[in-house]
């Protein structure tokens, strides 16, 4: 596979950034360059809402 890996959050598109605080790599779509935080740790996460885990 290709260096680096895919966003963990939507493990769609390629993760581009990395989260200051929990260190994820993401994708553009999951990444708050505003706060330099990923879509979960920024709290703009908009899959299925709050309490919602993976799979
Ligand atoms: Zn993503
Ligand atoms: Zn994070």
Redesign the pocket.
Known sequence: MSVGGL?Q??E??EGRFTCDNCGAL??A??YDESEGFCARCAGTIEEGGPGRTLE
């Open positions: 966003c959050i939507c769609a598109k993401v994708c779509d999951h």
